[in-house]
């Protein structure tokens, strides 16, 4: 019985391991000042959320999507 509980909490960890490290690396990824993607940042700016901030496509369409997801989370709970 111990084998068995031992490979789940392996599996279960590494599937963890799996899901998290890609969000390690986007995360600094998304600070950087760089036009391209480069791990990692050789400098760290904030010019690509000013960016998507005032930008006013950007702003329509983040609120679109938070609208239809509203709508599906809604139906979804009624359903």
Not at 23 to 34: E, G, K, M, N, R
Request: glycine share 2%; with cysteine.
């Amino acid at each position: 019985k111990m084998p068995r509980r031992f490979g789940l909490k392996a599996a279960c960890l590494l599937i963890g391991i799996w899901l998290i490290v890609p969000i390690v690396i986007v995360i600094p990824l998304s600070f950087t000042a760089q036009e391209s993607f480069v791990f990692p940042p050789k400098e760290f700016s904030t010019r690509w959320y000013v960016h998507f901030l005032t930008d006013p496509e950007w702003v329509s369409d983040t609120y679109n999507s938070l609208i239809i997801a509203f709508a599906s989370a809604t139906l979804a709970t009624i359903v």
